[in-house]
């Protein structure tokens, strides 16, 4: 015996009941709602997606900026070429991620409007 909800008085009631016990509502066999996930996987994704694109080109941005500020400052030339490499990984994946984004959304766009 599974416990299912009234649709009228939203009490448990048993799925074999004909009748609520509570407010006398007739039962039929109505499928459980579907969950927040089944019904939204598609927009969660797309979200997911928009936030992974826009922290992505945050961090260009900010690797941007540290190319400039580098070029400005005056430091150890062993530890300024260090940074320019780390800046450089940092702006390639940063990059990266912001574009595989884009193209996944653009495919689940693509998907959606079919
Ligand atoms: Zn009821």
Redesign the pocket.
């Known amino acids: 015996m599974a416990l299912i909800y ?1 649709r ?2 939203g ?1 448990q ?1 048993s799925d074999k009941a004909e009748r ?1 016990p ?2 006398g ?1 007739v039962m039929y066999n109505i499928p459980p709602p579907p969950t927040y996930d089944m019904m939204t996987s598609d927009e969660a994704k797309e979200e997911k997606l928009k936030k992974r694109s826009l922290i992505g080109r945050a961090v260009f941005i900010l690797g941007l900026i540290c190319w400039v500020i580098l070029g400005n400052v005056d430091m150890d030339v062993e530890l300024l070429i260090v940074l320019y490499d780390i800046d450089i990984i940092v702006l390639c994946v940063s990059c990266a991620i912001s574009l595989i984004s884009e193209h996944k959304l653009d495919k689940l766009r693509r998907k959606k409007n079919k």
Do not use: K, R, S
């Open positions: 009234c009228e008085c009490n009631i609520c509570y407010c509502m």
